[in-house]
């Protein structure tokens, strides 16, 4: 079970395992989804209407918008960016699994509430992502800019791209968004968390498995949290996406029209005055498919490698035991 169970037999796994199983589960799943994640951009980025019945920007559907790409850019093209990315998936699934279970732990040892709550699994999950995402924001801001660009490219690889963003932005380029990330990151893991956690109670009859995770049900559980969470907090999340591409319009000129926005408020403001209620979800089909896939790969990926490395230390432990008893 995901966070710190009092009640779980064998001993307890380190937050350095947590990290190593979060890393693992980031990176397998980040591999599966990443197409997904190209569309979704490039809807978010679209100033035009998506819309199937008058199309008047570059892309317009789900299954057109991945035929463009393809005719266009090629196959990799729903790679772009993966380098950046894959760095991205394994440095916040490692910070956030591991303070989740820290967190979680110190909620069960220090106050009165139970760690395997759904209420405690929000405030626990929030936190940790928000962790994540300060460490892991520049990662992000780069893998944005490698998904939203066409051809050529402005950025030829990852040090091309550090390098120029450097020398004509600043750092505090790599932070650009971080305001709506933070504000968004938070409910949007911590409802994660919390779905997660009464969909794996109603899936999983108690009394729990002490192998339960890593199956089918953690990733129904996952799927499902991924799509509830996305949906409720998916504007935030488009915001971030178009203040990471500031400073970088030249690039996205044969997309269609391109914003400069001044902060957060005013791409909100501009977005309802110039796009309407819809363009804040602009993106969200992939969007979804790609957040139930995604959540669902990563809490099944990392019950999975959990079980691993529980299996692996119970048999270390046994054999340990065993050649005791021998040598007595």
């Given at each position: 079970m995901v966070g710190y169970d009092p009640g779980a037999q064998g001993a307890a796994l380190s937050a350095e395992e947590a990290a190593l199983a979060g890393s693992a589960a980031g990176m397998v799943t980040r591999v599966l989804v990443s197409p997904f994640d190209v569309l979704k951009i490039r809807f978010q980025l679209q100033i035009e209407r998506v819309s199937s019945q008058r199309p008047e920007g570059k892309y317009w559907g789900l299954f057109q918008a991945s035929?463009?790409?393809?005719?266009?850019?090629?196959?990799?093209?729903?790679?772009?960016?993966?380098?950046?990315?894959?760095?991205?998936?394994?440095?916040?699934?490692?910070?956030?699994?591991?303070?989740?279970?820290?967190?979680?732990?110190?909620?069960?040892?220090s106050t009165p509430y139970d760690s395997q709550t759904a209420g405690v699994h929000f405030v626990c999950g929030g936190l940790a992502a928000c962790s994540a995402t300060v460490v892991c924001q520049p990662l992000d801001t780069?893998?944005?800019?490698?998904?939203?660009?066409?051809?050529?490219?402005?950025?030829?690889?990852?040090?091309?791209?550090v390098s120029t963003m450097c020398r004509s932005e600043g750092v505090l380029a790599f932070y650009r968004g971080l305001s709506p990330t933070l504000m968004a990151v938070f409910p949007y893991a911590g409802l994660q968390f919390f779905f997660y956690n009464i969909f794996k109670n109603l899936l999983v009859p108690k009394p729990k498995s002490e192998n339960s995770g890593g199956s089918l049900q953690s990733l129904i559980s996952g799927s499902g949290a991924g799509m509830i969470s996305k949906t409720m907090t998916y504007p935030f999340d488009l915001f971030k996406k178009r203040l990471q591409v500031g400073g970088f319009e030249a690039a996205r000129i044969h997309f269609g029209q391109v914003r400069p926005y001044?902060?957060?408020?005013?791409?909100?403001?501009?977005?309802?005055?110039?796009?309407?209620?819809?363009?804040?979800?602009?993106?969200?089909?992939?969007?979804?498919?790609k957040a139930a896939l995604s959540t669902g790969f990563t809490f099944f990926w990392y019950e999975f490698f959990l079980n691993v490395m529980r299996n692996i230390k119970q048999k270390h432990r046994t054999k340990v035991f065993t050649k005791d008893l021998k040598e007595r």
């Open positions: 035929r463009c790409i393809h005719s266009e850019e090629g196959l990799t093209a729903f790679w772009k960016g993966h380098i950046p990315a894959q760095l991205l998936s394994i440095c916040f699934g490692a910070v956030q699994f591991a303070s989740f279970e820290v967190l979680t732990e110190v909620v069960h040892k780069l893998r944005t800019r490698f998904a939203a660009q066409g051809e050529p490219k402005v950025y030829r690889n990852l040090r091309h791209a001044k902060g957060l408020v005013d791409c909100a403001v501009q977005i309802a005055k110039e796009e309407g209620a819809r363009g804040f979800f602009k993106g969200l089909s992939p969007s979804l498919v």
